[in-house]
């Protein structure tokens, strides 16, 4: 039994449908208690300002986000007994604003996109006095990942090389923290980061519009490592949205927008690693061992040689639904 909801945070890394050669496992973050890769980040920053004597339980937070950071606070402000506010971009989905409101958060939408919420935010914590949790900043958003997805991911490889590590670019901390640890064990590892083709800041230094929730936030966070990025992959909303409806109707994965775009820029680099002489073993279900503690279901026959690309999908289609993105 865990004591408390936050020690429910972790995901299953699953292996998914891939190219001939290769192998892509996915972290499916939606799987974390309050449905995003964010729980993770969220509870670091908040018990780390506990631990510097910055907030108590009682004090108010605010932040600005997309969404599944606030979400991501929520849940852990209704656990610790904190007051909550977001501000956020109106535009984010209806799935969004529900839940925050469903955890007691108050919400504050701004007609516009993530900075103008920024400023917002710090306009917030210096009228009332309220922490700001600074997600772009605080050094406490990367170090949850480096700590927890990370630590996750070397153990559910069970020993084998990882050779790509790809993933979405919003605030950074997902790809610096879990980049940062994975490559201490694996030296040789190349770090892919996905960002909208439409808002390609990365890619060409200029921000645009796109539809996408949660990844590219229009200018280069202070908790994104750069150093780490091997490759950048652009992709179209388009594109991305017909991945994540495969997804749930070919692989029973259900996930948001952004990963669809990760497990697009996956098989990319599934693609160029591939090692078609190789006799890679496909995704595959062991009915036997339902129902049998003893039998082993979810390492398949232990390490083989096949290029393996683990790529973060970072929250549940759920969130979607009202969007449109699975009609
Ligand atoms: N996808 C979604 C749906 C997100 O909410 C986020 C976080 N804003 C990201 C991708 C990017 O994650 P990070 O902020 O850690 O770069």
Not at 64 to 72: C, R
Not at 227 to 240: N, S
Not at 304 to 312: A, G, M, N
């Amino acid at each position: 039994m865990k004591d408390s909801i936050l020690d429910a945070i972790g995901t299953p890394l699953v292996r998914l449908t891939a190219p001939e050669g290769a192998t892509i496992a996915a972290k499916l973050e939606g799987f974390n208690p309050a449905g995003s890769a964010k729980d993770r980040p969220a509870r670091e920053m908040v018990l780390a300002a506990e631990r510097a004597g910055e907030i108590q339980p009682g004090d108010q937070l605010v932040e600005a986000t997309s969404g599944n950071t606030g979400i991501g606070l929520a849940l852990t402000a209704a656990a610790r007994g904190y007051d909550l506010t977001i501000v956020m971009p109106a535009s984010m989905s209806t799935e969004r604003k529900q839940l925050l409101r469903a955890y007691g958060a108050d919400l504050e939408l701004v007609d516009a996109g993530m900075e103008t919420a920024n400023q917002v935010a710090d306009r917030v914590a210096a009228d009332t006095g309220a922490f700001r949790v600074g997600q772009f900043e605080n050094p406490a958003n990367p170090r949850a990942h480096y700590r927890t997805t990370a630590e996750e991911i070397l153990d559910q490889v069970e020993g084998r090389e990882i050779d790509a590590l790809v993933a979405g670019v919003g605030t950074g901390g997902t790809i610096t923290g879990t980049a940062t640890r994975l490559r201490e064990a694996h030296p040789e590892m190349s770090v892919v980061a996905v960002e909208p083709e439409a808002n390609a800041v990365l890619s060409t230094g200029e921000s645009g519009d796109d539809d996408f929730q949660g990844m590219g936030p229009g200018f280069v966070s202070d908790n994104l490592d750069r150093e780490l990025i091997d490759t950048v992959e652009t992709v179209a909303v388009d594109a991305a949205e017909a991945e994540t409806r495969r997804l749930a109707r070919e692989e029973g994965v259900l996930v948001g927008q952004s990963s669809g775009a990760a497990a697009l820029a996956a098989t990319r680099t599934a693609e160029r690693i591939a090692d078609p002489s190789l006799d890679c073993p496909d995704v595959s279900f062991d009915a036997d061992a339902v129902g049998d503690p003893d039998a082993i279901a979810d390492g398949g026959d232990g390490p083989d040689d096949c290029p393996l690309v683990v790529t973060i999908l970072p929250d549940t289609g759920e969130r979607y639904l009202s969007a449109g993105v699975f009609d």
